[in-house]
C-alpha cells in the first residue's frame, strides 16, 4: 500500500527551463533589496560582527578592557580613539567586549527560549488534551507578569559578585519561553489538519517523520521569527537589569558601562565619550533587531506587504 | 420591570448568567496570577544561599561599630521577628496571610517606614507618568498608524510612521538619557533631573504644578517616543486587513464620505484589537516606566525599586513587584471586563 503511493511523489515534474534562474545569492540580493527593513538590519548586524570580530583580533580585549588597564579619562585621540572612562578602561576595547557579552547573552537566552519554546509548543500541539492544558494554562498565568521583576528578584537574591554573563543569560531565560511556546502551539495547530499533513499520514509516515519533514520545514519562518524577537527580548531585557546595578559587576557589558558612566555623573564631569559609545551602539542593536522582525514579519505574514 | 423584560426577552437572562460565569473565571485567573507572582517572591529568595537579613546586618556592621557578638543577637532578634527561624512552610502560610492583609513588611533600610508606606507615598508619581504617556501613546500610535495605512493619505503622511516604528525597538531608558544629554545638559531647555525644583515645597498650587510638569516632559517623552510605534505598527497591520473586506468596498459602493468610511468603518473596527492589546502592554509599560523614573530621579516607584535594590532592602523589592503584578493584574482584568462592552461582536465564551 505504502509503496503505490511513494512512487509517484518520486518523479518531480522536470522543469523546461525557458530562462536560466539567476544564482541564489543574486535572488537573495534581490528580495533584501525588495524587504528594506531586512537587508538594513541585517548590514547593521553585520557591521556589528564584523567590528567585534576585527576588535578582539587586534585589541588585547582581556586586558585592556578591564579597569586600571589604561590612563583614566582621555577623551577621544589618535591613541584612545574612543576614549577611556573613569577606572581606566579603554573603551574601545570595553566596546568590543562589551558587543561579545551581550551578543552572547542574547543568543544563548534566545536560542534556549526559542527551543524550549519549540518543544513545547509542538507538545502541547500535537498531544492536545491534559497536556495542552497545562502548558497553555502556565504560559498564560505567567504572561501577566513582567518577566524584568521576577528578573530583578532572582538576580536581587544570588550574590552580586558571583553574577556572571552565563548566569544574566539564565536569567533572562527562565521567563522569556512562554511567547515561543504559545506562537509554534498555534501554528502547529493550524498546520497539523492541512491536507499536506493528513497525506503525510495517509502514506505511512510515523509522527516523528512527519513532525521533522512536513511540520517543521515549514514552521522555519515563525520560529526564525520567535528566535529574532526572543533574542530582542534577552538584551533588551539584560540591558535593563544592568542598569538597575543588577549585572555581572566586572564586566564591560554595554549596559554596565553605561551604568557606571552614570554613577560617576560622566555628562557633569564633561566625560561625555563614555556613556555616548554604549548608547550609540545599544541603539544600533535595538533598531537593526527590529528592522530584522518587521522584515520577518512580513515572509511571515504576507498580508502586511500590501502597505509597501 | 426587569422580569417583565425578561419574560418578554428570555435568552436575556441566559445572558446575565453567562456575564456572571465569565466575571467568575476572570476573577478566579487573576486570584491563580496573584498567588503564583506571591509564591515566586517567597520562594526564590530562599532557595539563594544568602539570608537577606543578616545580608543587610553584614553591611551594617561594616559602616557601624557593632560587634560580632551584639550583630548576632541583632540578626537572631530580627530572624525570629521576620519569622526566618520558623518552618519554611509555617513562614510560607504567614506571608500569605499578610498579603492578604496588604501587610509586605516593614523597610530594613528606612525602619520604622512600613513597605505600604513607602509604596503609597511614591504611588502616585507613577501613576501621574504611566498614565498620561500610556493614553497619549496609544492615541498618537493609533492616529499614525491608522493615517499610514489608509490608501488615500498623500504619501509623506504614510512615511510618517517610519521614524516612531524604528524608535519603538530603542529601549526608552536610552532615548532618555538621550535626551538628558540633548535637550537638558547640551541645550539646557528644560531640567535635567528631579520631581520639582530644589527650594521648592510640594504643595497644590499653580507655580509648583506647573513646576512639576516641566519636570515630567522629558521622561514622558522618553516613554511616548519608545512605544508610538508599536501601536501605531500593529494598527497599520490591522488597517492593512480591514481595506480588504467586503463592507468596507460596500459602504465606499454605496457613496458614502471618505471621512464617514475612515472613521466609523475603518478606524472603529481596526481599534478594538487595540484594546486588547493595551491589556498585554501594561507589563511593559510599567517595567518602561520603572526605569526611566530611576533614570530621572522622579520619586515613583521606581526610584524607590531602585534604592532599595543598591542597599539590599529586600521586603521593599519583594513588596514592590508584588505591588505591580497585582496592579497589572487587575488592570488586565479590567479591560478584559469592558472590552466586550466596547465590541458587540465579541460574545462571552461559555465552556
Not at chain 2, 32 to 47: E, Q, Y
Not at chain 2, 72 to 83: D, R
Not at chain 2, 173 to 196: C, D, E, N, V
Amino acid at each position: 500500500m505504502s509503496a503505490t503511493i511513494t512512487s509517484p511523489a518520486a518523479g518531480a515534474p522536470a522543469v523546461p527551463a525557458p530562462f536560466q534562474q539567476p544564482p541564489r545569492r543574486v535572488l537573495v540580493a534581490r528580495y533584501l533589496r525588495r524587504n528594506k527593513s531586512l537587508g538594513v538590519g541585517i548590514a547593521i548586524v553585520i557591521f556589528l560582527t564584523l567590528f567585534t570580530i576585527i576588535g578582539s583580533v587586534t585589541i588585547d580585549t582581556a586586558k585592556k578592557a578591564y579597569p586600571l588597564a589604561v590612563k583614566t579619562k582621555q577623551p577621544p585621540s589618535a591613541q584612545f580613539p574612543l576614549g577611556t572612562d573613569w577606572y581606566g578602561r579603554d573603551l574601545l576595547a570595553a566596546m568590543v567586549r562589551g558587543l561579545w557579552q551581550t551578543a552572547v547573552i542574547g543568543f544563548l537566552a534566545g536560542a534556549a527560549a526559542t527551543a524550549l519554546g519549540v518543544v513545547l509548543g509542538f507538545i502541547s500541539a500535537y498531544y492536545g488534551g491534559a497536556v495542552d492544558k497545562t502548558i497553555t494554562g502556565i504560559c498564560q498565568v505567567l504572561q501577566p507578569i513582567p518577566p524584568f521583576l521576577i528578573q530583578v528578584i532572582i538576580a536581587g537574591s544570588i550574590d552580586k559578585r558571583s553574577v556572571t554573563i552565563y548566569t544574566m543569560a539564565l536569567i533572562v531565560f527562565l521567563l522569556s519561553w512562554m511567547g515561543p511556546t504559545l506562537v509554534i502551539r498555534a501554528q502547529v495547530l493550524s498546520m497539523k489538519e492541512r491536507m499536506f499533513v493528513n497525506v503525510a499520514k495517509l502514506s505511512g509516515m510515523t509522527n516523528l517523520e512527519i513532525i521533522f519533514k512536513e511540520l517543521l520545514p515549514n514552521l522555519l519562518p515563525f520560529i526564525a521569527a520567535s528566535f529574532v524577537s526572543a533574542v530582542f527580548g534577552a538584551i533588551f531585557a539584560s540591558f535593563g537589569l544592568s542598569v538597575l546595578g543588577l549585572g555581572p559587576m566586572r564586566e564591560p557589558l554595554i549596559g554596565n558601562i553605561i551604568y557606571y558612566s552614570l554613577q560617576q555623573s560622566a555628562f557633569f564631569n564633561g566625560w561625555w565619550w563614555w556613556p555616548l559609545w554604549p548608547m550609540l551602539t545599544l541603539i544600533l542593536i535595538f533598531s537593526a533587531l527590529t528592522l530584522i522582525n518587521i522584515g520577518m514579519d512580513e515572509i511571515a505574514n504576507p498580508r502586511v506587504r500590501r502597505t509597501e | 420591570m426587569g422580569d417583565a423584560l425578561a419574560d418578554a426577552h428570555p435568552h436575556l437572562i441566559e445572558v446575565s448568567e453567562v456575564k456572571l460565569a465569565y466575571l467568575a473565571r476572570r476573577v478566579l485567573f487573576l486570584l491563580v496570577v496573584i498567588w503564583v507572582a506571591s509564591t515566586i517572591t517567597f520562594f526564590i529568595p530562599r532557595i539563594s544561599p544568602k539570608n537577606p537579613i543578616r545580608e543587610r546586618f553584614a553591611e551594617l556592621a561594616r559602616t557601624g561599630g557593632f560587634s560580632p557578638q551584639d550583630m548576632e543577637k541583632i540578626v537572631a532578634a530580627y530572624n525570629a521577628k521576620f519569622g526566618l527561624d520558623k518552618p519554611v512552610v509555617q513562614q510560607y502560610f504567614d506571608y500569605m496571610g499578610g498579603i492578604l492583609r496588604g501587610d509586605l513588611g516593614v523597610s530594613l533600610n528606612k525602619f520604622p517606614k512600613t513597605v505600604w508606606e513607602l509604596i503609597m507615598e511614591a504611588l502616585p508619581w507613577t501613576i501621574v507618568l504611566i498614565v498620561t504617556t500610556t493614553i497619549l501613546s496609544f492615541i498618537i500610535g493609533n492616529i499614525v498608524g491608522a493615517v499610514s495605512a489608509w490608501p488615500k493619505s498623500p504619501s509623506w503622511v504614510r512615511t510618517l510612521s517610519i521614524p516612531f516604528i524604528l524608535l519603538q525597538g530603542v529601549h526608552p531608558y536610552l532615548l532618555g538619557l538621550l535626551m538628558i544629554f540633548f535637550i537638558a545638559f547640551r541645550l539646557k531647555l528644560l531640567p535635567l533631573s528631579g520631581a520639582y525644583s530644589v527650594g521648592i515645597q510640594p504643595e497644590l498650587s499653580l507655580s509648583f504644578l506647573l513646576d512639576a510638569a516641566r519636570h515630567q516632559i522629558l521622561p514622558a517623552l522618553s516613554l511616548i517616543l519608545a512605544s508610538v510605534g508599536g501601536w501605531a505598527l500593529a494598527m497599520r497591520g490591522m488597517g492593512v486587513t480591514i481595506q480588504g473586506e467586503d463592507y468596507v468596498n460596500f459602504a465606499e459602493h454605496k457613496g458614502l464620505k471618505q471621512n464617514t468610511i475612515f472613521s466609523s468603518y475603518y478606524v472603529r473596527n481596526a481599534l478594538l484589537p487595540q484594546v486588547t492589546g493595551l491589556a498585554l502592554a501594561f507589563g511593559s509599560i510599567i517595567t518602561a516606566g520603572v526605569l526611566v523614573e530611576t533614570l530621572y530621579g522622579l520619586p515613583g516607584l521606581g526610584s524607590v525599586l531602585s534604592a532599595a535594590i543598591n542597599s539590599n532592602d529586600f521586603m521593599v523589592i519583594y513588596g514592590i513587584v508584588l505591588f505591580i503584578v497585582v496592579g497589572v493584574a487587575v488592570m488586565m482584568l479590567v479591560v478584559d471586563l469592558v472590552y466586550p462592552l466596547l465590541d458587540p461582536r465579541i460574545r462571552y465564551e461559555t465552556k
